[in-house]
């Protein structure tokens, strides 16, 4: 059973970064592939981004490609997301996700292991 913990999400305003984190307890970490996805109010659950076991393949939702990267350091079992230019539109929950290493996914159902969610809030 993989647990993934979100941090570093808090309020930020327009035109601000933030650095998202998600520490995995899992000892095999290096072997599943993760990805980013939000969801705000009344909105279902979007993708963001992912990254494969290895680090060398990423994928991007449209949204977010130019202001976001995603990045892993499978020695300390984290994933991260860096993201620039913040605006109203990027306010949610923002959860990190995982499965098992296989292509690079954007539905959260070919997705088996969740973090509780971390909150970013951008204000004008």
């Known amino acids: 059973q993989v647990q993934l913990v979100e941090s570093g999400g808090g309020l930020v305003q327009t035109g601000g970064s933030l650095r998202l984190s998600c520490a995995a307890s899992?000892?095999?970490?290096?072997?599943?592939?993760m990805a980013w996805f939000r969801q705000a109010p009344g909105k279902e659950r979007e993708f963001v981004a992912a990254?494969?076991?290895?680090?060398?393949?990423?994928y991007y939702a449209d949204s977010v490609k130019g202001r976001g990267t995603i990045s892993r350091d499978n020695a300390k079992k984290t994933m991260y997301l860096q993201m620039n230019s913040l605006n109203a539109e990027d306010t949610a929950v923002y959860y990190c996700?995982?499965?098992?290493?296989?292509?690079?996914?954007?539905?959260?159902?070919?997705?088996?292991?969740w973090g509780q969610g971390t909150q970013v809030t951008v204000s004008s």
């Open positions: 996700a995982a499965r098992r290493a296989y292509s690079l996914g954007s539905r959260p159902y070919e997705y088996d292991y």
């Open positions: 899992e000892r095999t970490f290096s072997t599943y592939d």
């Open positions: 990254i494969n076991w290895s680090g060398s393949s990423t």
